[in-house]
């Protein structure tokens, strides 16, 4: 069965730092990989869904990675902002299985 | 633009009582969801549906039942709450004409049983 397993489970670090989040999962033969961002007491927001034909998707300051092989994928925020404070989760969404999540707090 | 809409944020319910937990998406996608979030063991799948009138378990469905009777709406049901039904309910929403595209969410309902 499908595990997502997310480390750190929580990073704090000051504004304009380069980040790495984490995110494995033991089943290789997964579709598709999700990011998500919540903010406390609200939904899921999606940032990043990467195909598995794909290595990494962009979109302005975050990057998102897949490595198949390895089965692991890593979420890389530029240049951090306190705006970035949020819990990010992972998700194998064809398999519809999430990871814990990495709750983040970036600090002026 | 995207819309999931649940319809209580906060929900406050007795031991027993049967509790309708509603979710509309105005995308006309196929693909509904129910999860629960819960501190320590992020989110788990209670119940989908790829159409109308169509069901699936997920992970936990003991103890909650689903209702589709319209393309847009998908009601989870707690069909005799209990204290271990305290928890964030979860509502998403994706289209199946292209399993590529992002799931949706909507901004979760907060279950207190009492």
Sequence with gaps: ?108 | DVKVTQSSRYLVKRTGEKVFLECVQDMDHENMFWYRQDPGLGLRLIYFSYDVKMKEKGDIPEGYSVSREKKERFSLILESASTNQTSMYLCASSTSSDSNQPQHFGDGTRLSIL
């Excluded at chain 1, 007491?41 to 490595?67: C, F, H, M, V, Y």
């Design chain 1, 1 to 108: 069965k499908q595990e997502v397993t997310q480390i750190p489970a929580a990073l704090s670090v000051p504004e304009g730092e380069n980040l790495v989040l984490n995110c494995s999962f033991t089943d290789s033969a997964i579709y598709n990989l999700q990011w998500f961002r919540q903010d406390p007491g609200k939904g899921l927001t999606s940032l990043l869904l990467i195909q598995s034909s794909q290595r990494e998707q962009t979109s302005g300051r975050l990057n998102a990675s897949l490595d198949k092989s390895s089965g692991r994928s890593t979420l890389y925020i530029a240049a951090s902002q306190p705006g970035d404070s949020a819990t990010y989760l992972c998700a194998a969404t064809d398999k519809l299985i999430f990871g814990t999540g990495t709750r983040l707090q970036v600090f002026p």
